[in-house]
């Protein structure tokens, strides 16, 4: 199945006593969107443009640069075009290999190149967990990433790699946190942590995760540090969803699952990520998103800079042309 080395560990009481690395990703994408209405009425959210390629592609490539090639996403109702994206297109490659414009064909043909995508549909909205819980057949006891569908990180500052890797040594959860502002701790799933005996700086800034709360006010909130859209789990996960209640905003939260396993022994660490996250979930984030990228690209990030600059210059909104 995998050409990946197994990887023998040993790990703390309460977890398995060995971890194969993880090599298929799941994407939760079937949510309503509904910061982002009306667009997102008939229009999957994941589908948005950050200049000319939809967010979920940037999320599916940062899967497959860290050798993942199994993608599972989890749909829901009018979300099947996201499938379609990663579908091979014959009419319009015919007609762009007759113009000979080799570099659109390569752009049509590449998200069908990346890798193997399979959907399973969410069939009710009850939360991030229940959609994490929708993957058990197709995953099954293995280690498994997650990649939540409207935020990913800066290609040139990746971190999935160093999450399997530290997921392969301990065999329990691994997360990826970042710093918030107090008041934006309602937003996240929030951890409480203590350091690491420096076992695993090879691999970052790794502390050792000693509580999970999803959605704290900022005067529950036990730190800063709040949990990015980046999980690699034990297959074990799976079941102890089924046993989450309904937790915050009334919806099975895959936070309140990983904190359940915490609390019976199974390691959970995490990587303090400083690199570059771009969160396209709320229309703020995403216009940053689309602002930075365009910013950056090698055939139009010069003249969409000028533009910006003189435009950002300029005294009154639309004055510079
Ligand atoms: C989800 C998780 C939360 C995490 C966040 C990251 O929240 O439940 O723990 O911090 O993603 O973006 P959501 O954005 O679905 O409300």
């Not at 993880?22 to 982002?36: C, D, N, Q, S």
């Not at 420096?198 to 709360?213: C, I, M, P």
């Not at 390691?267 to 910013?295: C, E, K, N, S």
Request: hydrophobic residues 40%; charged residues 25%; contains cysteine.
């Amino acid at each position: 199945m995998s050409d990946q080395p197994e990887t023998e560990v040993t790990v703390h009481a309460g977890a398995t006593t060995g971890s194969t690395r993880a090599v298929k990703a799941v994407i939760p994408a079937a949510g309503l969107a509904t910061r982002f209405l009306p667009a997102t009425k008939a229009v999957p959210k994941e589908l948005l443009p950050v200049v000319d390629r939809p967010v979920l592609q940037y999320i599916v490539e940062e899967a497959t640069a860290a050798g993942i090639r199994d993608v599972l996403l989890i749909t829901g109702r009018g979300k099947t075009s996201m499938v379609d994206h990663f579908d091979r297109r014959p009419d319009l490659e015919a007609r762009l290999e007759e113009k000979g414009d080799d570099a659109r064909l390569a752009a049509v043909r590449g998200p069908s190149e990346l890798a193997d995508i399979f959907t399973c549909r969410q069939h009710e909205q009850l939360g991030l967990g229940h959609a994490v819980g929708c993957a058990q057949s197709h995953v099954g006891d293995e280690p498994f990433a997650v990649l939540l569908g409207d935020e990913f990180v800066k290609p040139s500052e990746p971190l999935l790699p160093a999450m399997l890797e530290l997921q392969a040594r301990t065999g329990g959860v691994v997360l990826a946190f970042f710093e918030v502002p107090p008041a934006e701790t309602k937003r996240y799933g929030i951890a409480s942590v203590a350091p690491t005996d420096g076992e695993f700086a090879d691999l970052g800034d790794v502390v050792e995760v000693t509580g999970l709360v999803e959605k704290p006010a900022p005067e529950e909130a036990p730190s800063n540090l709040a949990v990015l859209g980046r999980y690699v789990l034990p297959g074990r996960i799976f079941e102890a969803i089924g046993r989450t209640e309904p937790g915050a905003g009334g919806e099975i939260q895959l936070t309140d699952a990983m904190e359940l396993l915490r609390a019976e022994g199974v390691p959970v660490h995490a990587i303090v990520y400083r690199g570059t996250r771009y969160d396209t979930g709320m229309p703020l984030g995403y216009l940053q998103t689309v602002v930075q990228i365009a910013a950056e690209r090698d055939d139009l990030g010069a003249e969409f800079r000028a533009w910006l600059a003189e435009f950002v210059a300029s005294d009154s909104p639309g004055g510079a042309q």
